[in-house]
């Protein structure tokens, strides 16, 4: 067997409430001065395992 270093990325997704009068600004808004933004859920993404030199441990 061979042990292997795996790295992912982790993506997280949130949405938060803003008052803009139209969705470029609703945009900038949430980038610039965020308003209680809220957690929604969280992915794992891009995987990749690299062999560790030395085999098993």
């Given at each position: 067997m061979t042990r292997y270093i795996v790295t992912f990325t982790e993506l997280r997704h949130y949405e938060m409430a803003v008052e803009a009068d139209d969705e470029?600004?609703?945009?900038?808004?949430?980038?610039?001065?965020?308003?209680?933004?809220?957690?929604?859920?969280?992915?794992?993404?891009?995987?990749?395992?690299?062999?560790?030199?030395?085999?098993?441990g």
């Amino acid at each position: 067997m061979t042990r292997y270093i795996v790295t992912f990325t982790e993506l997280r997704h949130y949405e938060m409430a803003v008052e803009a009068d139209d969705e470029k600004s609703a945009i900038e808004r949430a980038r610039s001065a965020p308003e209680n933004p809220v957690w929604i859920a969280v992915e794992l993404d891009r995987y990749e395992a690299t062999p560790i030199a030395g085999g098993t441990g």
